[in-house]
């Protein structure tokens, strides 16, 4: 099977953009679907972007994700950043078995 | 609206087993299969497996075969995920899930999810 990594923390100020890295260690990221979630301490996770690029009803458009054949990654990118942001971000994708990237803590300082 | 509501905290010795229920509501429960995620304490979120409510088929994720056994009662729309020979690091949230509608079996964007069950493994 493949791995799916994130970097382990990234952190920017608020109002700014932030764009997080999900890289699959074999076979085409686009050969199947990536999704993100978002989830706050203490809470289950919520999608953020689902099939690549797609946001669920009641996701800001602040929130977008894309892949890159050439880098073989996908990414989160959240412009605009608020406070509320702050949160751990994973990817998940598949081959026969769904993987999760290890999660990325956003910190909005 | 849909909801998965899970079954309380538990605790257990090593070697023994937990079962975890998923009751579902607000949708057609076999209409759509329903996964089970597991989170160890401050880790990710790692995949278990899942059942297809309508036919009992199952497929788990290779390291969890042999340990776990997926399950489902459609009389009362519950799934049932149960754990067995449990170890310390088995302890975490595990929590069920259920893709957005109309989306892939297979790797659904998981649209719903329940609140978790905290397992915890000690002796």
């Known amino acids: 099977n493949f791995m799916l990594t994130q970097p382990h923390s990234v952190s920017e100020s608020p109002g700014k953009t932030v764009t997080i890295s999900c890289t699959r260690s074999s076979g085409s990221i686009a050969s199947n679907y990536v999704q993100w979630y978002q989830q706050r301490p203490g809470s289950s996770p919520t999608t953020v972007i689902y099939e690549d690029n797609q946001r669920p009803s009641g996701v800001p458009d602040r929130f977008s994700g894309s892949i890159d054949s050439s880098s073989n990654s996908a990414s989160l990118t959240i412009s605009g950043l608020k406070t509320e942001d702050e949160a751990d971000y994973y990817c998940q994708s598949y081959d026969s078995s769904i993987i999760f990237g290890g999660g990325t803590k956003l910190t909005v300082l | 609206q849909v909801q998965l509501v899970q079954s309380g905290a538990e605790v257990k010795k090593p070697g023994a087993s937990v079962k975890v229920s998923c009751k579902a509501s607000?949708?057609?429960?076999?209409?759509?299969?329903m996964h089970w995620v597991r989170q160890a304490p401050g880790q990710g979120l790692e995949w278990m497996g899942w059942?297809?409510?309508?036919?009992?088929?199952?497929n788990y994720a290779q390291k969890f075969q042999g340990r776990v056994t997926m399950t489902r009662d459609t009389s009362i729309s519950t799934a049932y995920m149960e754990l067995s020979r449990l170890r310390s690091d088995d302890t975490a949230v595990y929590y069920c899930?259920?893709?957005?509608?109309?989306?892939?079996?297979?790797?659904?964007?998981?649209?719903?999810w329940g609140q978790g069950t905290l397992v915890t493994v000690s002796s």
């Open positions: 607000g949708y057609t429960f076999t209409g759509y299969y």
């Open positions: 899930a259920r893709g957005l509608d109309g989306r892939d079996d297979y790797n659904p964007p998981f649209g719903y």
């Open positions: 059942i297809n409510p309508n036919s009992g088929g199952t």
